[in-house]
């Protein structure tokens, strides 16, 4: 079956640090990759969003950016954290191909403060 | 353009009586619609997906939700509510490669 690791489940950074956050998909090949996030309070974002290796896109404009370096790995970078990047971050995945009718199934998050 | 409207923001109910949680949908097309739960500190896992194959869709942990074409409704039900249900639940729908959320409705079960 297939499972969403995420890692690290909590951190706590200064502002201006690095940031990496990491998912990896096991049992599944090319799925669909996602990243979320959710602030305090409010629903979920997205960020960055895969369909394949080489295929990032980016939803909003921002100091973070997503890499694919893997088939089924997908990491949420940053190289100056802001206040305003504190929050709930969600890796996702869904089935290839998947323009409909295609659930994504969720990492168990990583809560990130900025201090 | 596809979207969902969750009309409670916050529901209570006493365990054991029945959980309705309601969501309007908009699409231009037959749409794919899920709904997600969140305990805290966790990520989404999923209830349920509506696929057009029939309108009265069962998920896990005795959730059901019934499409209703002239109503634009997919709304969620449960028969008993249990302290675990407590939670806050996501209605979705999708748009090529995305999904689409609403703003959630948070479920309080008083003992």
């Known amino acids: 079956s297939q499972t969403i690791h995420q890692w690290p489940a909590t951190l706590v950074q200064p502002v201006g640090s690095p940031l990496s956050l990491e998912c990896t998909v096991e049992?599944?090949?090319?799925?669909?990759l996602y990243w979320y996030r959710q602030a305090a309070g409010r629903g979920l974002q997205l960020l960055f969003y895969?369909?394949?290796?080489?295929?990032i896109s980016s939803e909003v404009p921002q100091n973070l950016s997503a890499s694919r370096p893997q088939d089924r790995q997908f990491i949420l970078s940053s190289k100056k954290l802001l206040l305003s990047d504190s929050g709930f971050y969600l890796c996702?995945?869904?089935?290839?191909?998947?323009?409909?009718?295609?659930?994504?199934?969720f990492g168990d998050g990583t809560r990130l403060s900025i201090l | 353009a596809q979207s969902v409207t969750q009309l409670d923001s916050h529901v209570s109910v006493s365990e054991g009586t029945p959980v309705l949680l309601r969501c309007n949908y908009s699409?231009?097309?037959?749409?794919?619609l899920f709904w997600y739960v969140q305990h805290p500190n966790k990520g989404l896992q999923l209830l349920l997906k509506?696929?057009?194959?029939?309108?009265l869709v069962k998920g896990i942990n005795g959730f059901e939700a019934e499409f209703k074409k002239s109503e634009t409704s997919f709304h969620l039900t449960k028969p008993s509510a249990h302290m675990s249900d407590a939670a806050e639940y996501f209605c979705?729908?999708?748009?090529?490669?995305?999904?689409?959320f609403g703003s959630g409705t948070r479920l309080l079960v008083r003992p």
């Open positions: 049992g599944t090949s090319n799925p669909n």
């Open positions: 996702a995945w869904a089935e290839t191909g998947g323009y409909s009718n295609q659930p994504q199934h």
């Open positions: 509506y696929t057009s194959a029939a309108t």
């Open positions: 895969s369909i394949g290796i080489d295929q």
């Open positions: 699409s231009s097309y037959s749409p794919s």
């Open positions: 979705v729908t999708d748009s090529s490669y995305k999904l689409i």
